[in-house]
């Protein structure tokens, strides 16, 4: 390994994890993908979910769904850009 290298100890996230914790678990499964996302589709939740109207609860599933895909893509594609890029000059 090359000392110009950074080397990132965090482990990428796994897209099918994230995946499997949305469907079964709904915008609470996010949480394992973004944080912040899982907290603004949880409020989002309890709101639609006090209207008692089934599409939109359906579209809030589905869209933590999506959500947790995008945001999964996100991290490590962040990560894997942060794990080869040269480290910055000392001085």
Do not use: E
């Not at 290298?5 to 897209?15: D, E, V, Y």
């Not at 949880?42 to 209207?51: A, K, N, R, T």
């Not at 008692?52 to 769904?65: E, F, K, Q, T, Y």
Request: net charge positive.
């Amino acid at each position: 390994m090359n000392d110009t290298q950074r080397t990132s100890t965090l482990p990428f996230k796994n897209l099918a994890v994230a995946l499997l914790f949305s469907v079964f678990l709904g915008p609470v499964g996010l949480l394992y993908a973004s944080t912040v996302g899982g907290v603004v589709m949880i409020v989002l939740g309890f709101i639609v979910v006090s209207s008692m109207l089934p599409v939109p609860i359906i579209l809030v599933w589905l869209g933590s769904c999506i959500w947790s895909v995008v945001a999964v893509n996100r991290y490590n594609k962040k990560h894997l850009l942060l794990r080869n890029s040269p480290l910055p000059p000392m001085g």
